[in-house]
């Protein structure tokens, strides 16, 4: 029996998808489990017993936590494992120690042979075809109600890019609506980043020429996360149509068509930097595209105006450009963007390290074209959707995000 005056039935219960057990089996160093909807699979009795989060063991999720890896034996076995009256499994170590699962939260990692670090989201990938799939979303609803913000927050884990409409043409506006997704990131460009054509410029961004898709500032050792594109004036029908492509699906072409352009670039290091003579300089040296433990693509890192003089073996250093100039060629392909013109009152909000944004250029003397940019930490956002799907989906809060451009 449980001593339920020192031990607690875990945190993970709260929040685990609605779910019971069918039945179990005690296999020694595994437990064999079946759930009512059919589904089975194997736990290891030393991940199980690592797992709870009992009082003596203390909560992972608060960080309270007292149990170490190092203080669960690789032998560890259970005495007992049986299905309570309440529906949880109980567990009784063989020191005496008594554990409690529910079943939706071992539901969540059963059987999971072969996946690194729990269950994984697969964001759906996009070409030319977004605009029939883009989410949209008004100011006033995203501004004041969570369900509506969760939803646009969904669209950016879905797609890295979504759409606010109705939102104030004015300055302030920019950050209030920016805040809703996190705290909002300042650099050396601050915290809002006006975007006019001025015969001074001082970045690309500043001028009225045309960009090629790329993400922004990979120079830095952590790159923007998210970014808002919050349009105040544009002059529609004078150009600076925005061009938005899906880095992953770009990056699935490769790997499909010239798989071995797409290893240099998921291997070889590249460097990009930016440099304002006595103010800054920045360097970093990163993938062009990250994988995870799965070999699945997580981020993307790519801007052809700041590529620094790459360095790399005379008989390598070729390959590495013919995958650089492939990577363009992909990107400036019109099958793999999607077009929009920013109308006022309009925001786009993407994903930095997933989704490439560039322009058509427009000419300066018709009208004025100005866009306020924000940026957020993609943790920061991530947070906020799993906060709220704690309330209004809680099976996606427990799935692995795509984690960015790592280096």
Same mark, same amino acid.
């Given at each position: ?33 079946? &759930? ?36 669960? $034996? ?15 499994? +109980? ?23 072969? +996946? ?20 949209? /979303? ?25 759409? @606010? ?17 996190? $705290? ?33 500032? $990979? ?6 996360? /998210?970014? /808002? &594109? ?24 490769? *790997? ?25 300089? &920045? ?7 990250? @994988? ?12 052809? *105006? ?72 993609? +943790?920061?956002?991530?947070?906020? &959707?799993?906060? @709220?799907?704690?309330?209004?989906? $809680? ?13």
């Amino acid at each position: 029996m449980l001593d339920m005056q020192t031990q607690s039935i875990p945190v993970n219960q709260v929040f685990a998808p609605p779910c019971s057990f069918r039945s179990m089996r005690n296999e020694g160093a595994r437990i064999a489990v079946e &759930f009512d909807d059919g589904s089975a699979g194997r736990l290891s009795m030393r991940w199980l017993r690592l797992a709870c989060e009992c009082e003596i063991c203390g909560d992972t999720a608060s960080g309270k936590r007292w149990l170490t890896p190092a203080d669960v $034996p690789a032998d560890i076995r259970a005495t007992s494992v049986e299905i309570s009256s309440d529906g949880t499994m +109980d567990v009784v170590w063989q020191d005496g120690h008594a554990s409690r699962f529910a079943a939706g939260f071992l539901a969540v990692y059963a059987g999971r042979v072969g +996946d690194f670090g729990g269950p994984r989201f697969h964001p759906e990938l996009w070409n030319s075809d977004l605009s029939r799939r883009l989410g949209r /979303f008004a100011f006033d609803a995203v501004v004041e109600d969570d369900e509506a913000l969760f939803r646009s927050l969904r669209a950016l884990r879905d797609h890295g890019i979504a759409m @606010l409409t109705g939102v104030p043409a004015e300055p302030e506006a920019t950050l209030r609506v920016a805040g809703r997704y996190g $705290p909002v990131r300042e650099t050396s460009y601050g915290k809002v980043f006006d975007l006019v054509s001025r015969p001074d410029a001082r970045v690309a961004g500043e001028t009225a020429r045309a960009q090629i898709p790329h993400t922004d500032e $990979p120079f830095r050792y952590s790159p923007p996360g /998210f970014i /808002f &594109f919050h349009a105040i004036r544009t002059g529609a029908g004078s150009g600076g149509t925005s061009l938005m492509v899906d880095g992953f699906q770009v990056a699935e072409q490769m *790997r499909t068509n010239t798989p071995h352009l797409f290893d240099l670039l998921t291997r070889h290091g590249v460097t990009f930097h930016r440099e304002h003579a006595g103010d800054v300089f &920045f360097s970093a040296e990163a993938h062009v595209i990250s @994988l995870d433990a799965t070999g699945a693509v997580t981020g993307m890192r790519f801007n052809d *105006r700041c590529l620094a003089p790459q360095a790399g073996a005379v008989d390598e250093i070729d390959g590495l450009i013919e995958a650089l100039a492939e990577l363009t060629r992909l990107i400036c392909d019109p099958a793999n963007q999607f077009r929009h013109q920013l109308q006022p009152g309009e925001v786009l909000v993407f994903d930095n390290q997933r989704v490439l944004h560039g322009r058509t250029e427009f000419d300066p003397t018709l009208a004025v074209r100005h866009l306020r940019s924000s940026n957020l930490d993609r +943790d920061g956002v991530h947070s906020a &959707f799993r906060t @709220l799907a704690r309330r209004f989906a $809680p099976q996606e809060a427990q799935a692995v995000l795509y984690q960015g451009a790592i280096f």
